[in-house]
């Protein structure tokens, strides 16, 4: 009998703490097949960040390190300085990544830092029960903008993409989402691209991927899919950004 | 040992750490500290390893952290301010139980405070600094060959612990200019580290963590870095007691303050008081054990510091009523003078014998 579907060897057989409808799951499932399919598994090190994925390496079967809040740039730096034959990812929320971590992932980008940095985008705190990101959308509401985002109070969602995409340093930026079967094709190819830039030496690349909050958006998991296309979608386009492969941004 | 040859503090410092094997500096510019990146910037390069300027220290001691993961042998520095920044990243790697060397070469405070030097980062070096319930062992050199000794004890006792350590400085042993010797031997094989983040090939993943939510299991891990640390005071407590007159009053200072109580140990004793002098080598562990040495005769100890009184509070601790403690000292980088020392251990001499000096 042929095998048409597996768990890839890079995800842990662990049941996953993410609420229902949450896309952490998937983005997990595609790092791992991106690993898998590289064949570099066991040369590869996570650093997963604070936020939901706090417990990313309960869900891998690959060596990996849990660092501070917003740290995960300057940990993977570290990491891959002293090991440059490795591959040296992080996984990282936008709290985490585009608030505490900002100064982290922009120098991490600049220097080129050979590394690949998955960025989940939900436009909310997850883990800390519903508060206002850095990519939280104008009017959105959370429990610490209950008005709505307010332009004139908390100013503007940070697009990193667009933002890193200006970073000689970065190889490879794209933005994706996981909200049906083609964009989930599409992301996977993404992660397979970001990582064969690290390991061919062309320098920092990041994909950045829109993902769900249902329980802190409160709707239900396919309102929450479609509320990425309708609400998400247009302040926070899809696309490639940086491409080495095809040059500028 | 090779020649001697003549070395600013901060230079020899990173040459002691390169000769101690450390190949990874992580590390950001603040005054009065900068030769060390800076000599590292030029040195690292040669032998083969890594120097990379920070964005920031909170960065900086991250990268400490990751390479610390990846097994290298690691150190960052800075001063008082930046240490402060790099306090959470220190208590990460106790939390972690990662091997990095840390020095600070202390200016005065608090806030921006100045660039002189000072001993105002006693507390934060000895009590944690960061978050939780962790220690770090912490050297006080006193020259700069000590200093150079010290720092290559700090690499081998960091990975044999598992733990971060610290080594504090000031700005005037940073700055000053003394002959050192290195030592001629090669510098040590590398120690196994099965527990660093390497890639899992052939073995299941290694994961480092200092994330633990189920309270029984994190209490647990607190009791395990406990013993830990019961094992450095056992082991690894420094102290020189100077004595040479069968002193009564016994001075307690460590670093430049030493030097600054030897020459007034000398200059009391031309005006008939005899004082000795016990010199923490490490500050973390605090020896304890010199002031039980010396319980059966000293009448008073003088903690001299270049703070407003924060090595004062160990010196009561480990004095535990069996003699007066008092406490001299400036803040804000001035540093007594031998003759300020001098003018309290003479008031201290009266206060004790009612004012009869030696013949």
Redesign the interface.
Known sequence: MRKLFERPKSLAESAQHYCPGCTHGIIHRLVAEAVDELGV?????G??PVGCS??A?NY?????????HG?AP??????????PD??VFTYQGDGDLASIGA??I??AAARGEKITVIFVNNAIYGMTGGQMAPTTLVGQKTTTSPYGRQQEVAGFPIRVSEMLSTMEGAAYIARVAVISPQTVARARKAMVKAFTAQIEGKGFSLVEVLSTCPTNWGMTPVEALRWVETAMMPVFPLGVFRDWEVGGS | MGEKILMKGNEAIGEAAIRAGCR?F?GYPITPQNELPEYMSRRLPEVGG?F?Q???E???I???????????R?MTSSSSPGISLKQ??IS?LAG?ELPAVIVNIVRGGPGLGGIQPAQSDYFQATRGGGHGDYRTLVYAPSNIQEMVDLVMKAFDRADAYRNPVLVLGDGILGQMMEPVEFPDEPPPEPVAKPWA??????RP???????ILDPELLDKHNWHLMEKYEQIKKKETMWEIYDPYGAEIFLVAYGTMARVARAAIESARSRGIDCGLIRPITLWPFPERAFDELADRAKAYLSVEMSTGQMVDDVKIAAAGRAPVYFYGRAGGVVPSPAEIVKKIESIFEEIKGGSKRA
Do not use: W
């Open positions: 598994a066991g040369r590869t090190v650093v997963s706090v417990f390496y891998f079967n690959l060596d990996f390190v849990q660092a501070a740290r300057a940990v993977a730096t570290g990491l891959k300085r002293v090991l490795r591959v100064a982290e922009v120098h | 990874f992580f890594v990379l920070a964005e920031s909170v960065a900086a991250n990268m400490v952290y990751g390479a610390s993961c990846a097994g290298g690691v959470e990243g990460y972690s983040t390497t890639g899992a090939e052939g993943p290694n994961i480092i963590s200092s994330i």
